[in-house]
């Protein structure tokens, strides 16, 4: 518990989950938390408070009504809430009944084989050399292409959109002042007005040219009889750009950097694919890539004999509630692929869970089976030095190495 002393003092009700050590190594700062306390706060951001323990998380994330999610607790440089996320019930519903079928898994299961393609076309990039960085070269392209695809968006807008989606969620890896506060705020704030005009080009030509991609479903949906207007669909818009480039990505860095410097896991989903989902249910458990959401209070409440009051932020510790041994066992923070019981929140819970979780794990699965069928010996490099960002656990370069291998024959 000593290398936790830094970061959370019980005495102080003090923590901090934007620590860069935090970020690289988070379960001991978890377990200092729930053991500690369970309702911490920072001393850098007043009347901001961290849930931890498994019950309060999944109580916060249950009851909107107290701890909502509406546009005054994350502001990203946005005019309006973004859909559905910062909308509560009951509007909430309106819009989940509208997407929520266009996000089933039937509408993903047709791209079994051109996904698995599109896997081994980059795999293909880097196979014969025996090294990579798997981040630039395969947990970057793979959802972003993906992502492109369901939503008929160019190519060639790719670097543009991952420029747009690093500028919102962390702005500082493209522009070192944006460690001021301020600086951030107006770098998001013009990244928001591009995405908007960019968004609102792809609206246009959808309203025009209507197809079967995933906007022009949307444009043809109905909230309460009528059309989705051009704002509601600029801000789905504006959420599904940040949700289909980061957290995928981020699950897969997370993944593939655990079983890189644990070849007996990695050795078990080689030898048996069949293991490969179970193995995403649990490494999104314990490496659970988002670590906290963030939620405002609306109602005066009690947790823990902490007095949270109406306008306090909360930080909704996802990542500490799956890896707690109330839940999950003494073996809470360990992973384990054959475990029983599994219900992680690692995609939230309660009415804003994560739409896209099915497309999620339709690209884990299909990325992890493919990579471990074509480099079965990867590894991360003994002392290579794994950054992560704080937040949204992405590693800014993933080194491995691995036999060389020919690509595919053609």
């Known amino acids: 518990m000593t290398t936790t002393a830094r970061f959370v003092r019980p005495e102080e009700r003090s923590a901090n989950p934007y620590d860069d050590e935090v970020a690289a190594d988070p379960i001991p700062f978890y377990d200092a938390l729930r053991d ?4 911490a706060s920072m001393l850098a951001l007043p009347h901001t408070h961290l849930i931890s323990r498994y019950e309060d998380v999944k109580f916060a994330l249950q009851h909107p009504e107290i701890f909502s999610s509406d546009i005054s607790a994350v502001d990203i440089g946005q005019d309006r809430p973004l859909l559905p996320l910062q909308v509560d019930p009951p509007d909430h519903v309106k819009y989940r009944r509208v997407m929520d079928p266009q996000m089933s898994a039937r509408h993903f299961a047709p791209l079994e084989d051109e996904v698995r393609g599109l896997v081994n076309d980059l795999v293909d990039r880097f196979s ?6 798997v981040h630039a070269e395969l947990t ?17 807008s790719l670097d543009q959109m991952l420029a747009w989606k690093d500028d919102i969620i962390r702005p500082q890896l493209r522009h070192p002042d944006a460690h001021d506060p301020e600086v951030a705020g107006q770098i998001r704030r013009r990244t928001a007005l591009a995405i908007y005009a960019f968004f609102g080009e792809v609206i246009a030509d959808r309203r025009a040219q209507p197809g079967d991609d995933l906007f022009s479903r949307f444009a043809n949906g109905e909230i309460d009889g009528e059309r989705m207007t051009d704002e509601q ?14 957290t995928v990505t981020s ?12 070849p007996d896991r990695r050795d078990q989903l080689v030898a048996d694919p069949s293991r490969v989902p179970a193995a995403v249910e649990e490494l999104l458990r314990v490496h659970t890539p988002v670590m906290q959401v963030l939620r405002v209070v609306k109602q005066p ?13 909360v930080m909704v510790m996802i990542g500490a509630a799956d890896t707690d041994p109330t839940e999950f066992g003494e073996t809470a923070g360990e992973v384990d692929f054959d475990r029983p019981v599994n219900r992680h929140l690692a995609f939230g819970g309660g009415p804003h869970r994560c739409l896209g979780s099915h497309l999620a794990r339709f690209e884990l699965v299909i990325a992890l089976e493919e990579l471990h069928r074509r480099l079965p010996d990867y590894r991360v490099p003994p002392g290579a030095e794994l950054r992560y960002s704080p937040g949204i656990r992405e ?6 190495e691995f036999t060389p291998r020919p690509r595919r024959s053609s």
Do not use: K, W
């Open 301 to 313: 409440y009690e947790m823990h004999g902490v007095s949270l009051e109406p306008g306090d932020s």
């Open 251 to 262: 699950t897969l860095d997370c993944s593939i950097a655990y079983l890189g410097r644990n």
């Open 36 to 39: 500690h306390t369970p309702i």
């Open 140 to 156: 970057v392209p793979l959802p972003c292409a993906v992502f492109l695809q369901l939503c008929n968006l160019p190519q060639d």
């Open 395 to 400: 590693i800014a370069e993933l080194p491995l």
């Open 233 to 246: 669909m600029l801000d789905m818009g504006f959420l599904f750009l940040l949700g289909g480039l980061d």
């Open 128 to 133: 014969e050399r025996g090294t990579c960085d």
